[in-house]
C-alpha cells in the first residue's frame, strides 16, 4: 500500500490531458479521477483565459473538462484560498479537490483557523513554486527584454532557472537571476518566498527531481497525508495514472534545488529587508499617503477580516469617512491585525490601485515578529 513519505514519478494515461499537462500530467488525471470517481464533487484549477497572462480560476464538476486546466500558468496573479472560500460559502457541505501552491496553501491554514475555510472538505494537490510573474510585469519584460510582442507569445516556462518563452517565429529563454539582476522577473513576495514544496498539501507535485528518460515527462509525487495515498493508489488502480519509483539521484537533486531556491529566498529577505531598516516607518507613512481608499488590500488579503465576531463590519474610530490621504490609523490598524499572520501572498501589493508596496511592509513586520515571538513563516517544513 501507498504511504505517507513515498516519492514517486507519475504521469497520466490519458493522451488528450499528457498534450496540454506540464510534466506529464499527473496532477490532472489525478483530479480527474477524483472527480470521476465521485471522491469530490468539484475541482478548482486554473485555466488560461484570453492569453498567457490571463489565469482563471475555474470550478469544474464535468471530468472531461478537466483537461481543459492541464499546463502551469506563471503569469497569473493569483490566490486560491479566497475562492475556496467563496465556493464554502455557498456549498458548505460539498468537497472539493483544489491544486494548491505554497502561498495558496498558507492562506488555507490562516482563513481555517479564523473558520473562514473546512480544511476537512478539501482535497489538496500542491504544486511546487518557484515563483509567478505578474501579468503586467512579465508583458513589460517581454517587450523591454526579449524584444519580442508579448501578444505573439502563445506559451512560457520556467525551466532549469530560466524563463523561456515560445511566440510565432521562435524562442527564448534568459536566466531569472539575469531578469532580477535587471529588475524583472518574478514577484518580489515570490522571490522572498521560502514555501518551494507544499507538505501541507495531501500531495506534493514538481518537475524538480525527475532525471533520466522521464525528465519532462513525468511529475515527482511526494506523497504527504493518507489522503492523498488513497487518492494516489486508487488512480494508479483505476488506470489513470501510472507511476515508477523515483531514482535517488533525483531525490538527492530535488533536495539540493529545494535548499538552494530557500537560500536564495532568504538572501533576498536579507536584501529587502534591510533596505527598509534605517526608515520603516517613514517610508510606510510616504508610501501609504498615495493610498485612494479603494479597499482593494483589504478585500484580498487573506488574513484581513475587519469583521467582529458577531460578523459585523468593524467601524474604526480614528479615520475619517471620504478623507483623502486616509489618516494613519487605516494602514496602522490593518498591519497591527494581519501582520503576526501575513503569508506572503501579495496580494495586497499585486491588486493595489496606487502600486503601494504593502506586501512588503506586512511582510517585513511579520517576519520580525517571527523572530521575538511564533516562527512560523521563514521555514522551509513551515507548519501550523
Ligand atoms: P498538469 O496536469 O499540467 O496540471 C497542472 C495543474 O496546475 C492544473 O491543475 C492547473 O490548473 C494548475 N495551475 C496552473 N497554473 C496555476 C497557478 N498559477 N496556480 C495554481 N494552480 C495552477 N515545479 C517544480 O518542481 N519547481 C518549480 O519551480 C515549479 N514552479 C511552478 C510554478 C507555478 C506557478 C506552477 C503552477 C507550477 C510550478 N511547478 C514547479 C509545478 C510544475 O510546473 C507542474 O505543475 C507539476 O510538475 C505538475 O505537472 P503535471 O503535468 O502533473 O500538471
Ligand atoms: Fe497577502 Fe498582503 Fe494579506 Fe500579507 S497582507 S497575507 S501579503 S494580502
Ligand atoms: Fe489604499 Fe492601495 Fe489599499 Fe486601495 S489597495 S486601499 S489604494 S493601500
Redesign the pocket.
Known amino acids: 500500500a501507498v504511504k505517507a513519505g513515498e516519492m514517486v514519478y507519475a504521469w497520466?494515461t490519458e493522451d488528450k490531458?499528457a498534450q496540454?499537462?506540464?510534466?506529464?500530467?499527473?496532477?490532472?488525471?489525478l483530479?480527474k479521477y477524483a472527480l470521476a470517481n465521485k471522491m469530490v464533487d468539484a475541482v478548482l484549477?486554473?485555466?488560461r483565459g484570453q492569453d498567457i497572462y490571463d489565469?482563471v480560476p475555474t470550478i469544474v464538476t464535468d471530468p472531461d473538462k478537466l483537461a481543459g486546466?492541464?499546463?502551469?500558468?506563471?503569469c497569473?496573479t493569483?490566490l486560491?484560498a479566497k475562492v475556496v472560500q467563496k465556493f464554502q460559502k455557498g456549498s458548505p457541505d460539498k468537497k472539493l479537490a483544489v491544486?494548491?501552491?505554497g502561498c495558496?496553501l498558507m492562506a488555507l491554514h490562516e482563513l481555517a483557523k479564523r473558520k473562514g475555510v473546512n480544511l476537512s472538505n478539501l482535497l489538496l494537490i500542491g504544486?511546487?513554486?518557484?515563483?509567478?510573474v505578474s501579468p503586467v510585469k512579465a508583458r513589460a519584460m517581454i517587450k523591454e527584454v526579449y524584444d519580442v510582442d508579448p501578444n505573439l507569445v502563445h506559451k512560457e516556462e520556467?525551466d532549469k532557472g530560466q524563463f523561456i518563452i515560445e511566440y510565432e517565429g521562435g524562442h527564448k529563454g534568459i536566466s531569472i537571476d539575469e531578469l532580477e539582476d535587471d529588475g524583472y522577473g518574478r514577484r518580489s513576495n515570490c522571490r522572498r518566498c521560502l514555501y518551494?514544496v507544499p507538505r501541507q498539501a495531501d500531495l506534493a507535485?514538481?518537475?524538480?527531481g525527475v532525471i533520466g528518460d522521464k525528465a519532462g515527462k513525468a511529475?515527482?509525487v511526494e506523497v504527504c497525508s493518507d489522503k492523498g495515498a488513497d487518492l494516489l493508489q486508487k488512480a494508479v488502480k483505476g488506470g489513470a495514472i501510472a507511476t515508477a519509483p523515483a531514482d535517488p539521484k533525483g531525490i538527492e537533486i530535488r533536495k539540493k534545488v529545494e535548499g538552494a531556491m530557500v537560500k536564495l529566498g532568504q538572501k533576498w529577505r536579507k536584501k529587502d529587508f534591510t533596505s527598509l531598516k534605517a526608515d520603516l516607518w517613514n517610508k510606510i507613512a510616504e508610501e501609504t499617503s498615495r493610498c485612494i481608499k479603494c479597499y482593494s488590500c483589504i478585500e484580498n488579503c487573506p488574513v484581513c477580516m475587519p469583521v467582529s465576531n458577531n460578523g459585523v463590519e468593524t467601524k474604526s474610530l480614528m479615520v475619517e469617512q471620504g478623507a483623502l490621504p486616509p489618516s494613519p490609523m487605516f494602514h496602522m490598524r490593518r498591519f497591527a491585525h494581519i501582520s503576526d499572520s501575513c503569508v506572503n501572498c501579495g496580494q495586497c501589493e499585486e491588486l493595489c490601485a496606487m502600486d503601494i508596496p504593502l506586501a512588503l511592509f506586512s511582510h517585513a513586520i511579520r517576519s520580525e515578529a517571527d523572530l521575538a515571538f511564533e516562527p512560523k513563516l521563514g521555514k522551509p517544513d513551515y507548519s501550523n
Open positions: 497520466t490531458i496540454k499537462a506540464e510534466c506529464g500530467g499527473a496532477v490532472t488525471g483530479l484549477a486554473v485555466q489565469a486546466t492541464a499546463g502551469s500558468l506563471h497569473g493569483l486560491l491544486t494548491v501552491k495558496d504544486v511546487n513554486c518557484g515563483g509567478t520556467i518551494k507535485c514538481g518537475n524538480w511529475t515527482f
